[in-house]
């Protein structure tokens, strides 16, 4: 994910559980009974863990690479 960006994650079944995750590098905020949104904050690496009603456990790696968008269309115009 880059920086400053977001991802929706949904699970089949009621999430009951967010946890395990860096809240330096994201942000998790719930959307609906089965879904939350992964706001990624800062640069790093971490992981998130869901945990259903059913107490099924998923765990996502989330790499969170710098945004440098900005920094590449300043050189395209310099070069």
């Given amino acids: 994910v880059v920086q400053l960006q977001s991802r929706i994650l949904e ?3 009621r999430i ?3 946890t395990d995750f860096n809240e330096d590098t ?3 905020t719930a959307l609906s009974s089965n879904r939350v949104r992964v ?3 800062a640069a790093g690496a971490t992981s998130v863990t869901l945990i259903d009603e ?3 456990s998923y765990t996502i790696d ?3 690479e710098a945004d440098v968008r900005e920094l590449q269309a300043y ?3 310099l070069f």
Wanted: charged share 25%.
């Fill in 16 to 18: 009951q559980v967010v």
């Fill in 39 to 41: 706001f990624a904050k």
């Fill in 62 to 64: 989330v790499f969170v």
């Fill in 26 to 28: 994201l942000e998790v």
């Fill in 11 to 13: 699970l089949p079944n």
């Fill in 54 to 56: 059913f107490d099924n």
């Fill in 75 to 77: 050189l395209e115009r």
